[in-house]
């Protein structure tokens, strides 16, 4: 996605402003509109091109750079920190050999991992796929206080995969809803102060610049 033009680059006769609290300014000169930007000190952001004519808002651009960028990576860096491990059953699969796997299901969860569980049939098992989801859901709910199932089983050729994935973090998931909440209110602001612009074009696109009717 291309950054938007700002301030000089903006080459328009006039452009349609949006003050930096999302207020209406109206139909402005693009000349006027880069004053009261420096008189501001602030950034003159062109934030719908193709309007008519283009509306602009008054903004610190760098700033909303800026959080946008730490916006990405926190994302990022989130969705790198989960990773999905694999643990193979097989169907008629011993106790001791289960608590061992069930233990690497434990310690991935615990590290904050997924975990693909995929049970492998031989031969006759294939008819038997009530038995691999009996041992599934044995370990869904062996582990559920450190997870839960994010894919429910499901038969994929010879296996029968299922994903659990591990609850998170309390405050991981405020941390989380905080940046959701800023992320849709700077969104909703930015959503609305379009809106209001291609509202008030729609309503009134020549009452800026229409001549007076003459008097009877």
């Known amino acids: 996605m291309s950054e938007p033009r700002i301030n000089d680059r903006i080459r328009v006769p006039e452009v349609r402003l949006v003050g930096p609290a999302g207020e209406q300014v109206g139909v402005v000169r693009v000349e006027d509109a880069l004053r009261l930007a420096q008189e501001a000190d602030l950034d003159l952001v062109e934030v719908a091109p193709d309007a008519h004519p283009p509306v602009c808002k008054l903004m610190d651009y760098g700033k909303f750079k800026y959080e946008s960028a730490m916006k990405a990576r926190d994302a990022r860096r989130n969705q790198a920190n989960t990773i999905l491990k694999e643990i193979r059953f097989r169907l008629k699969i011993d106790p001791h050999d289960y ?44 582990v559920s206080d450190l997870g839960s199932v994010e894919s429910s089983p499901r038969l994929d050729g010879r296996n029968m995969t299922m994903v659990i994935g591990p609850h998170r973090k309390k405050a991981e998931a405020k941390s989380d809803q905080r940046r959701k909440r800023e992320a849709e209110a700077e969104a909703k602001k930015h959503a609305d102060a379009g809106a209001a612009a291609a509202a008030a074009a729609q309503s009134t696109p020549d009452s800026e610049t229409a001549p007076a009717e003459p008097s009877a």
């Open 99 to 142: 608590e061992t796997k069930k233990g690497h299901v434990v310690r991935f969860l615990k590290g904050g991992d997924k975990v693909k569980v995929m049970i492998m049939f031989r031969g006759r098992e294939q008819s038997r796929p009530e038995m691999g989801m009996r041992l599934l859901q044995r370990l869904a709910e062996d």
